[in-house]
C-alpha cells in the first residue's frame, strides 16, 4: 500500500508543480482590467499619470485610447478612418516637453524619395493635427530604419540623422525644439584623420543646446580590425558636431580594447561612455573582461575613466562545479572573461551616478537552407551601481537560464520603483528561491513558466526574489478561472508609477491589461 502510494505521487508530481495557482506575495497586488475582444495591430503605449495612452493602428485606421490605470478600465476611444497617406508608415509615437507626436515615414516609389512627417496628437481631446513633413530626401528604395531618432536628456531638443545613400562616410544631421522646428540642418562628411584607416561610428546623441555627439572608434593606419595582441587596433573620439563644424575629444588612446560603447546625455549636459573593455583578446568583441565608464562633464571635460573587472567570484557565481574549476583555470592562464554580455539598460541616477544592466545573449543555428532554425538563449543579468565619483558602490548577478525557437517570451523588463530595482522575467516554477552555486533550472520558451522578479535593494545591494502568475494558469482579484497568458512581450511590458502593466491574450480571443503594483 505504502509502495502504491508512493508511485501515485511521483506520477502526480508534475501536475502537482505544474498545475497550481501561485498566490500573490506579500507588499504586491495582482489586479486587472474586464476582458475585451481582442484587436490585431500595431499598439504604441505612453503612460502619463495615472491614465495610459494608447494608439493602435490597423492599415490606415487609427484608434486613441485611453485607459484609467488606477481604475483599470478604459475612458475613452476614438477611431479616425483613412488616417494615413498611402505608403505611410508609423515610426513611433513621441512626447517631447508637454505635446505628443506621431512620426511617419512616407516613401514615394514613383518620386523615389523618404519622407519624415509628424501629426500632433492630443489624447485628451483626442484629436490628431494635419500632416507635417520634417524633411524629405531622394532615396531609390524603402529603408526600414531610414532616420534615427534621439532626444536631449530634458527632451527639449530633438536630432534626425541619416546616412546618405551611396556616400562612405557622409550624414545629414537636422535638430528640431519641442515644438518641432528646425534649429539647424547640415550634411559633413566624417573626417579619417591621422592616417586612421577606417571609423565605426557607435552611439550618437544631442544636447539641450541642440549640439551633437558622436562616439566614434577611429581604427590605426597598418593594423587591420580583429588582430589580437597587446598592439592599439583603435581608440576612441568624441566627435562634436554643430552648425559651425566637426571638434573632437580624444578619450582613451592607453586602453583602446572598448566595446558596445554607448553614448548617454543627462539633464545638465554631461555626457556617460559606458561599454566594455577586453586587454587580452582585442579579436572577440563578445569576450569582456570588465565594464568601462566615462564622466564628461558640459564642459567637455574629463571627470573620470574607470574599468571594473569581473571577479572570478562573480563569474562563477551560480555555476556548476565543474564550470568553476574550468574558470579558475582560465583564471591562473590570464585568460578568464565573461562571454556574451551585452548592455540593455543605462539608468543615471538623481545623484549623477550609474545603474548599468547587462545580459548574456547568444543563438544556435541549426539546419540549413529553408529548414534553418534560430535557438535564443538568455541567461544571468548583470548589474552594476556606480556612484557619482566613478566608484564601484555594488555588483549584482541574477541567476536565470531561457531558451526557445522565438524570444516572445525571453529577456526580461527592468522597473525602477521607489528605492529599489525590479527585473520581471518567466522563470521555471522549480527556480523558487535563489541559492547561491546553484545554476536555476531552464526555462523553455512556450512552456509553462512563472511570471517573476529579481528585486535588489538600492542602498544595501541585497537580492531577493518573488513569483507572481503562472503563465498558463493565470488569476487575478476580478478573474478567479485561471486563463493561460499569452502573446505579451518583455520589452512592451509599461512601467507605471508603483508596478507595472502587462497586456495580455487569453481564451475565446481576448484580451486583458494586468496590474502589479508595489504596496507601500
Known amino acids: 500500500m505504502k509502495k502504491t502510494t508512493l508511485l501515485l505521487l511521483i506520477a502526480l508530481f508534475p501536475i502537482l508543480l505544474f498545475g497550481q495557482v501561485i498566490p500573490t506575495p506579500e507588499g504586491f497586488s495582482i489586479t486587472s482590467s474586464k476582458p475585451t475582444a481582442v484587436t490585431y495591430a500595431r499598439k504604441f503605449y505612453i503612460t502619463e499619470g495615472e491614465n495610459l495612452y494608447m494608439l493602435k493602428h490597423i492599415y490606415d485606421n487609427l484608434t486613441i485610447q485611453v485607459y484609467d490605470i488606477d481604475q483599470n478600465l478604459e475612458t475613452s476611444s476614438k477611431e479616425f478612418t483613412n488616417a494615413l497617406r498611402k505608403y505611410e508608415r508609423i515610426i513611433d509615437v513621441i512626447k517631447s516637453k508637454d505635446s505628443y ?81 528646425l534649429l539647424w540642418s547640415k550634411t559633413y562628411d566624417l573626417p579619417l584623420k591621422g592616417g586612421s584607416t577606417r571609423i565605426k561610428l557607435d552611439d550618437t546623441q544631442v544636447d539641450n543646446l541642440g549640439h551633437v555627439y558622436v562616439a566614434a572608434k577611429i581604427y590605426h593606419a597598418n593594423i587591420p580590425p580583429g588582430v589580437s595582441g597587446k598592439l592599439p587596433i583603435c581608440h576612441y573620439e568624441l566627435l562634436r558636431i554643430t552648425e559651425s563644424g566637426i571638434s573632437n575629444i580624444v578619450l582613451n588612446k592607453k ?11 543627462s539633464e545638465d549636459n554631461s555626457k556617460y561612455l559606458v561599454g566594455f573593455y577586453n586587454d587580452n583578446k582585442a579579436k572577440f568583441n563578445n569576450h569582456y573582461d570588465g565594464v568601462y565608464a566615462m564622466l564628461i562633464s558640459s564642459e567637455n571635460k ?83 551601481k556606480i556612484g557619482e565619483d566613478g566608484s564601484l558602490i555594488w555588483v549584482k548577478k541574477l541567476p536565470k537560464d531561457q531558451f526557445g525557437k522565438k524570444s516572445i517570451y525571453l529577456s526580461f523588463k527592468y522597473v525602477k520603483i521607489s528605492d529599489k530595482h525590479y527585473f520581471f522575467f518567466l522563470d521555471n516554477i522549480k527556480n523558487k528561491t535563489i541559492e547561491k552555486d546553484i545554476r536555476p533550472v531552464e526555462y523553455k520558451g512556450k512552456k509553462n513558466g512563472i511570471f517573476s522578479a529579481f528585486i535588489i535593494d538600492d542602498d544595501s545591494g541585497e537580492v531577493s526574489k518573488v513569483q507572481f502568475l503562472n503563465k498558463d494558469e493565470a488569476v487575478t482579484e476580478e478573474i478567479s478561472e485561471p486563463f493561460v497568458m499569452e502573446h505579451f512581450k518583455f520589452k512592451r511590458l509599461i512601467p507605471i508609477t508603483n508596478g507595472i502593466l502587462l497586456k495580455s491574450s487569453m481564451g475565446d480571443e481576448k484580451d486583458v491589461i494586468i496590474k502589479i503594483e508595489v504596496l507601500d
Open 101 to 181: 507626436y506621431i512620426l511617419t515615414s512616407n516613401f514615394d516609389k514613383k518620386k523615389k524619395t523618404h519622407a519624415l512627417c509628424y501629426r500632433k496628437i492630443d489624447f485628451d481631446s483626442q484629436t490628431i493635427g494635419a500632416v507635417n513633413e520634417l524633411r524629405n530626401d531622394n532615396s531609390k528604395k524603402r529603408i526600414i530604419n531610414y532616420y534615427s531618432l534621439y532626444f536631449s536628456g530634458d527632451m527639449s531638443k530633438m536630432l534626425v540623422y541619416n546616412k546618405i545613400e551611396d556616400k562612405e562616410m557622409q550624414y545629414k544631421y537636422m535638430v528640431f525644439d519641442s515644438n518641432m522646428e
Open 255 to 265: 586602453s583602446p580594447n572598448v566595446y558596445d560603447l554607448r553614448l548617454v546625455m
Open 302 to 384: 574629463v571627470e573620470y575613466e574607470k574599468s571594473f573587472e569581473f571577479s572570478i567570484d562573480l563569474i562563477n557565481q551560480y555555476q556548476t562545479p565543474g564550470k568553476q574549476k574550468k574558470n579558475s583555470s582560465k583564471k591562473s592562464k590570464g585568460k578568464l572573461d565573461y562571454k556574451h554580455l551585452g548592455l540593455q539598460d543605462i539608468i543615471i541616477t538623481k545623484d549623477r551616478g550609474l545603474i548599468l544592466v547587462s545580459e548574456m545573449y547568444r543563438y544556435n543555428i541549426s539546419g540549413s537552407g529553408s529548414s534553418t532554425t534560430y535557438t535564443h538563449i538568455y541567461e544571468d543579468i548583470v548589474v552594476h
